[in-house]
């Protein structure tokens, strides 16, 4: 099964329209951003910068055991190096976070599934490793809620060196672009490489009456058969360096591992030129014991105003473990061993890391969804389990309600905690999506299972009670222009299964939700108005859309869409904002800031200020939902028989346009032979759509059924996939690029 990452772009036109009050033709239209946004292609480039961020090491300055001197964390793994020994711990994910009720899935991440330590046999135990290669970027720990244990600036390292550990041999440990751990033994002139020796402990890769085994295989490989997997040493590279008068070349030679008694391992070395130094590279590889990925996981992905990427989601946690029970606690609370929590990551356009800040207690937590105000802080929700998750002063609530809680945290643009707060009844919630608009108001969207959540809070909204089932949908609105706030939280649901999944706001602070839901008694407004169902269409779930009022107290529309199969929304938006004309040009001061490319939200404010008498902001408010289906036939219960499932999920796209004559504006469905979903949604200043997600489809459309080009029905609207050779960007293997473009 593979994966790749999917980036759709549909077109829209000169301009979006479809409601009543749309500016007559004569009136000009400037495209304003409400948010930052990229290209498809831009958005490609900054995923694969954070996936090829270097491996580094960090020292350990009490975010660990005070055993260990350095730590490094890859994709499933976690690396520590003490003075006499390197420990490997290994993660694996435990259950798919699709398949979870409401506050399971931070638990849920990761599981331990493998220990391997190594020491030197014979070495020199009083060697203190040292970081070489000091890169850019630091990384900030925030676990528990003791603000005096929280570590800051905590720098990064390319390498991390043991000098002499036996008489003129180094080891060196560092990590290569695509975030593999390699060591290198570096035998100076004169010195014997025959004195290396590395003994295995294999308990911790044991499990039960299933033992580890050591063993070298037929292509010269270290292979070590744990209980949950393989891990695997490559054939030992050993070269040397040739310089000459003119040039400056690796010289390879023969070199193998040999296996002695005890799980100890030497190696073997050809005829070299012992006036030279001499490199032994063995590489790690473990992606067969991981089976292709770990329990590391990106979440949320969003862009500043100056064009640096962050990504957040869940990473493995970073304890050392003992073999035994340790005899002293460690220096910040001992995280359970595999229990994930949050991370931000943040990433310079040019590609190099800015900071990465860790969010957890001891119990588990993830992180879901990420937003970026004017001031480009970051805005991250989830679900904790910890009654120590870090919270500051000033939080809505400080203390965990239930078994797990959702939960808000702002950091400025350095990575440091501003504001935390948890957000929760008596019992379960996720924090599943979040939103930040122009004027630092924060929404919040998500599930729960406490018939107390909202009672909790003297600011109700349009649900106040529960409505049954296994939980229900909650949306919450907060200011944080001056401190944070609680405007208003509601639940939305029904007597079954529900969640809100995706959520956005106008520039009237009125907030748009979608989710999932299996009750067919879930509150419909003004439905067909909205191009909605006012009933449930079968399945296991279907797609809910609603609009929230400003103070949260009205819904002014809300239905349905889905038919038998199951349905979900993953992603809303809404048009960009225009500036609307009628009395002559633009004030200069606004003009200069209309022009059609992206622009921060804080100038929104600044834009309505300068306008002349006569112009306003303006926005069709066209809303914009896509998820994914495993009945595209029925999706729109109206239009049945029309189009079939291609595989075992589709995406879908659909543009509503609440109040127009015809509120269903179009919708579409993309799919392969197997399960395609996308993960996000945004508009760029021409209105075209743009979607991230993911396929494990190998026929995903591309260039079908024309050489070089994918057509496709819209509402009679015919949709063209450019060819490779007018997308901007280069492409790469395991990431699809497909613009659309409307025609007729």
Not at 440 to 456: A, E
Not at 653 to 659: F, N
């Amino acid at each position: 099964m593979w994966a790749a990452i999917t980036t759709l772009a549909w077109g829209a036109g000169p301009a979006p329209g479809g409601r009543n009050e749309t500016p007559s033709a004569a009136a000009s239209q400037t495209a304003l951003s409400r948010s930052p946004s990229a290209t498809d292609a831009a958005r490609a480039r900054q995923l694969a910068s954070y996936s090829k961020l270097p491996l580094s090491f960090q020292p350990n300055q009490g975010q660990t055991d005070p055993k260990v001197k350095f730590t490094s964390q890859g994709r499933g793994y976690t690396f520590f190096l003490t003075p006499d020994e390197s420990v490997l711990s290994l993660y694996k994910p435990s259950q798919p976070s699709g398949s979870l009720l409401p506050g399971q899935r931070a638990k849920a991440e990761a599981e331990s599934s493998g220990v391997l330590r190594m020491k030197l046999a014979g070495a020199r135990t009083s060697v203190q490793p040292a970081g070489d290669n000091l890169l850019p970027g630091r990384i900030n720990y925030y676990v528990g809620n003791d603000s005096r244990k929280w570590l800051t600036k905590v720098p990064n390292y390319g390498r991390v060196t043991y000098r002499d550990v036996y008489p003129g041999v180094d080891l060196v440990y560092y990590g290569s672009s695509q975030q593999q751990l390699e060591y290198d033994f570096v035998v100076k002139p004169g010195a014997n490489p025959r004195t290396i020796g590395i003994a295995f402990d294999l308990q911790g890769m044991s499990q039960g009456s299933r033992k580890a085994s050591l063993a070298v295989d037929g292509n010269g490989d270290l292979v070590i058969q744990g209980a949950n997997g393989v891990l695997r040493f490559r054939q030992p590279q050993v070269y040397q360096t040739v310089r000459t008068a003119d040039s400056e070349g690796r010289h390879n030679l023969e070199g193998k591992f040999i296996l002695a008694r005890g799980n100890q391992v030497g190696f073997a070395v050809g005829k070299y030129d012992k006036r030279l130094p001499l490199i032994i590279d063995p590489t790690l590889s473990f992606s067969s014991y991981l089976g292709g990925s770990g329990p590391d996981s990106g979440s949320g992905i969003a862009v500043d105003s100056t064009g640096k990427v962050v990504v957040t989601g869940t990473t493995a946690s970073l304890d050392f473990p003992h073999p035994a029970p340790p005899a002293s606690p460690s220096a910040n609370p001992a995280i359970s061993p595999g229990m994930p929590r949050a991370f931000v990551t943040q990433i310079s356009a040019g590609g190099s890391l800015i900071f990465t800040s860790f969010l957890a207690g001891t119990q588990g937590d993830g992180a879901s969804g990420i937003a970026i105000d004017s001031s480009n802080n970051v805005y991250i929700t989830g679900t904790t389990h910890s009654d120590d998750f870090p919270v500051t002063s000033g939080a809505v609530s400080n203390g965990l309600q239930g078994s797990s809680d959702a939960f808000l945290s702002i950091l400025n643009s350095l990575g440091i905690i501003t504001y935390s707060t948890y957000l929760g009844g008596s019992g379960n919630e996720d924090g599943l999506a979040i939103y930040v608009d122009g004027s630092k108001n924060v929404y919040l969207g998500g599930d729960t299972t406490s018939t107390d959540l909202v009672s909790r809070f003297d600011a109700s909204g349009y649900q106040t009670s529960y409505g049954g089932g296994a939980s229900d949908g909650f949306v919450a609105k907060l200011s944080a222009a001056s401190g944070v706030s609680l405007v208003y939280i509601s639940y939305f649901g029904g007597s079954s299964t529900d969640a809100i999944t995706a959520v956005t706001a106008d520039t009237s602070g009125n907030a748009y939700v979608a989710g999932r839901t299996h009750s067919s008694d879930l509150m419909v407004e003004n439905s067909t108005t909205a191009g909605l169902f006012p009933s449930y269409g079968g399945g296991a779930f279907d797609v809910f859309v609603a609009k929230f009022a400003a103070n949260g107290l009205n819904v002014p529309f809300s239905g349905f869409l889905g038919g038998a199969g199951d349905d979900e929304a993953t992603g809303i938006a809404l048009d960009p904002l225009y500036v609307a004309n009628t009395t002559g040009p633009v004030a200069p001061a606004a003009a200069a800031q209309t022009t059609p490319r992206e622009l921060p939200l804080k100038t929104v404010p600044d834009v309505a200020a300068a306008l002349p008498t006569g112009a306003a902001l303006y926005s069709p408010f066209n809303v914009y939902v896509t998820g994914s289906t495993t009945n595209a036939n029925d999706f729109f219960q109206a239009h049945s028989g029309t189009v079939t499932n291609q595989g075992g999920k589709d995406v879908f796209l659909v543009k509503l346009s609440p109040s127009a004559t015809n509120p269903v504006a179009f919708y579409d469905f993309v799919g392969g032979s197997g399960d395609d979903e996308a993960n996000g949604i945004i508009l760029d200043l021409s209105g075209n759509t743009y979607l991230v997600g993911s396929t494990n489809s190998h026929n995903f459309p591309t260039n079908s059924p024309r050489p070089g080009h994918l057509w496709r029905r819209m509402r009679g609207r015919q949709l063209r996939c450019l060819p490779a050779s007018r997308q901007r960007g280069r492409l790469r293997p395991g990431v699809l690029h497909v613009s659309w473009r409307q025609r007729g």
